[in-house]
């Protein structure tokens, strides 16, 4: 088991992570590099605002001088900067895929061609270089001509930015041409590079689906994998799924249309086929690998993968797991879930969770998603604590004279908990409730479609929801 632990990162993931990790049997110390002086204050935790997480050689020197048995890297900009591949060069076992893997995620291109010789179903895609733009309006033709819309989708990171879901063809000539506006604009730090004739992808236009949406995220050794019970994300801004798309409004977990004990089929349909095709490529993939799916009338479809934790997603699932988490990741970091799979159960495929339910519910500041005030003074943070929410903090800066002010877009996550959603949706709801500073936005309904669905319970320990519902 891992007693000095360090975390990349400084969101409210971040802060979900070090509060569950540092709680756990045998931890020391939990180090997050910057963290932020919220999270600092957490008992065993100590944030390292000078380390830069995008800057792998201060990652590993940071994790030297702690003599960190395990390093996990929360967000995907520091695995895209290579830190996961400094820290294994080093011998520092890493939680957190080479900055190949984690292509995954940061090409969607790329996402589609794994899951297509994976075997995994995705929706209908092709992906375009700049060059070929009168080839991308062809396949948009193409595919709006059913009349269900169709998706374009920028390649490479775009911090959620970078899809436009679109009802019609006119919307997607637009979006298409603003993307190829921007990939045909050459680069003034590079004005050698003709963009018309690099091959790489620039825009992937995609087939539109529908249903509702769930997160599931496994635990991957490279080969191996355990699930995490799966949650839902809102994605929109404003209630009933209004407004623009942001990082994340809120999360709930369990899913009741999707149970926990579905996680089984889905790691052999999705997860493992696709960590078989990156190992088969050369890049094993150790790490947090998230599967967002669309729930069709004809079954899960894979949208989207990520390299990391969702965030919000992470703070409602961490508080569900009844078990130590540092020793999975140790173990998945070092390349072998096995002893731990084989101590949880042969026949298991999930953590084991505390029986009920927890929503997190974010509150952003003013501004946000497009530009966020910053300097507001937060209110009631003790009093959402009191009532027993978690409280964590994403965009904060303390006060010299105490207390904290806004300094970000997605500012805190609010977590409450309870025997079932209902009762976690009300802890959540009063613990929000408490918190307060000029033009907080929040959203009121997380948690309220499955609410109305009706059949609402919690895992039992060790198993699933789904056996309880
Ligand atoms: P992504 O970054 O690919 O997950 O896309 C962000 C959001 O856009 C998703 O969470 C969905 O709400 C929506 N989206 C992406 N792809 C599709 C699709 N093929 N059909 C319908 N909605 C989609
Ligand atoms: N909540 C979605 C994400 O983390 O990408």
């Given amino acids: 088991m891992p007693t000095r632990i360090l975390i990349v990162g400084s969101g409210a993931r971040e802060h979900a992570l070090a509060w569950k990790l540092a709680a756990e049997p045998g931890v020391n110390l939990v180090a997050v590099a910057p963290g932020s002086v919220a999270i ?21 020197d940071a994790a030297r001088v702690l003599s960190a048995e395990l390093v996990v890297v929360g967000p995907e900009a520091p695995l895209e900067a290579g830190v996961a591949d400094a820290l294994a060069a080093a011998g520092i076992p890493v939680f957190g895929p080479s900055r190949a893997a984690a292509r995954i995620e940061t090409s969607k291109a790329f996402c589609h061609e794994v899951a297509a010789a994976a075997g995994v179903r995705m929706a209908r895609a ?72 690099d091959p790489s992808p620039v825009v992937v236009v995609e087939e539109r689906l529908f249903g509702r949406e769930a997160s599931v995220i496994a635990i991957s050794d490279g080969r191996s994998a355990l699930a995490l019970p799966a949650a839902r994300d809102h994605k929109r801004l404003a209630d009933e799924d209004r407004g623009p798309n942001t990082g994340g409004m809120g999360a709930y977990s369990p899913v009741p249309d999707l149970p926990d004990s579905a996680g089984a089929d889905l790691l052999a349909t999705i997860h493992r086929p696709l960590l078989a095709e990156l190992e088969r490529r050369g890049w094993p993939f150790r790490g947090f690998l998230y599967a967002g799916l669309i729930l069709t009338s004809g079954g899960p479809v894979l949208l989207e993968c990520n390299a990391r934790l969702g965030d919000p997603e992470a703070q409602a699932i961490l508080p569900r797991l009844s078990g130590p988490l540092g020793p999975v990741l140790l173990a998945a970091a070092q390349g072998d879930l096995g002893p731990v799979i084989r ?9 084991p969770t505390f029986p009920g339910a927890a929503i997190g519910i974010v509150l952003a500041a003013e501004g946000y998603p497009r530009v966020p ?15 027993g929410g978690l409280v964590f903090h994403a965009g904060t800066i303390a006060r010299d004279e105490g207390g904290f002010t806004t300094n970000g877009g997605r500012v805190l996550t609010v977590v409450g908990r309870g025997a079932d959603l209902a009762e976690a949706r009300e802890a959540a709801e009063r613990a929000a409730d408490a918190v307060t500073w000029p033009g907080a936005q929040r959203r009121r309904d997380i948690g309220l479609d499955a609410i109305a669905d009706g059949a609402v319970v919690g895992a039992p320990a060790r198993t699933t929801a789904g056996a309880a519902s």
């Avoid at 005030?373 to 009532?387: F, H, K, S, T, Y």
Wanted: proline letters at 5%; a negative charge.
């Fill in 40 to 60: 600092g204050r957490e008992h065993r935790v100590r944030s390292l605002p000078a380390v830069d997480p995008l800057d792998p050689r201060a990652v590993v």
């Fill in 126 to 197: 092709k992906a375009f270089a700049a060059g070929a733009s009168e080839d991308a309006f062809t396949f948009a033709e193409t595919l709006a001509a059913d009349g269900h819309g169709l998706v374009i989708k920028a390649d490479g990171l775009a911090a959620g930015k970078g899809v436009a879901v679109c009802d019609g063809l006119a919307d997607a000539e637009a979006a298409l041409a603003a993307i190829f506006e921007r990939a045909a604009a050459r680069d003034p730090r590079d004005p050698g590079h003709d963009p018309s004739a």
């Fill in 343 to 351: 101590a949880l159960g042969a026949d298991v495929a999930a953590l």
């Fill in 373 to 387: 005030r910053r300097g507001d003074r937060i209110a009631g943070l003790a009093e959402a604590a009191a009532l």
